[in-house]
């Protein structure tokens, strides 16, 4: 979906404990088939329905190996798809190219974006734009709710790789969240992308930290695809 800007990134840059063009944390890539066999045990911290109640509350607890769970997990879901589309986007577009961000429009913005999380739980353009109004109108407590989230998600997908090769690839379930990585690093989309077996690759614009671009393992989105077309 793409829409008018608004200053929505100096948010993030408030909440997000990275420093731009880190290239040095921890990270392991996601065992898909050992994050089902956890989310589906009712017995489990790691247990699927439970994880999402807490992300919807906005709780701040999360250890690392639930917000991969919650994250990586989520292509199990019966409402799973790397290409959402909400029939609210073009409502939500609208305000934005309008550019007019008066009390109704922001308060609908909130509410279009709302709708669109409830199918796309894990819609960081939508979250983003909710989080840059609810700033507006001083819903500090819903904010607060949308920033933990923010955190909790970018935590998972920078636990997985750091980019620079095939070998340490970030892995993401939903091609858009490779685009919200860029931002995150600081980094600028160089205009160049290719699919590489089930790697996406993004070049970055000339950078201070001399990376020209990363890598991202799409296979949930590739397996998703492929079963969608062998019906």
């Not at 731009?20 to 065992?31: G, I, M, R």
Request: hydrophobic residues 35%; proline residues 3%.
């Amino acid at each position: 979906m793409q829409m008018k800007s608004i200053p929505l990134i100096s948010i993030l840059c408030l909440i997000l404990s990275f420093t731009s063009h880190a290239q040095d944390w921890d990270y392991v890539s996601p065992d898909y088939e050992v994050i089902k066999l956890n989310i589906e045990d009712k017995n489990s911290n790691l247990y699927y329905e439970s994880l999402m109640d807490r992300y919807l509350e906005g709780d701040s607890t999360f250890t690392l190996e639930e917000k991969r769970h919650l994250y990586y997990g989520y292509i199990y879901h019966d409402n799973y798809t790397p290409y959402p589309h909400s029939e609210y986007n073009d409502s939500l577009r609208a305000i934005m190219e309008s550019k007019n961000y008066d009390k109704t429009a922001l308060e609908k913005i909130i509410y279009f974006g709302e709708m669109m999380v409830k199918s796309n739980p894990f819609d960081f353009n939508a979250i983003n734009y909710q989080m840059y109004a609810l700033d507006k109108i001083g819903d500090n407590k819903t904010l607060q709710i949308k920033m933990t989230q923010v955190r909790l998600l970018v935590d998972a997908l920078m636990s997985s790789g750091i980019g620079t090769e095939k070998e340490n690839a970030f892995y993401v379930i939903n091609t858009a969240h490779e685009y919200f990585l860029l931002n995150i690093l600081g980094f600028k989309f160089g205009g160049e992308q290719s699919l590489v077996g089930h790697y996406d690759y993004l070049s970055v614009e000339k950078n201070d930290a001399e990376v020209e671009g990363l890598y991202f393992d799409v296979s949930p989105c590739l397996n998703a695809l492929s079963k969608t077309l062998g019906k």
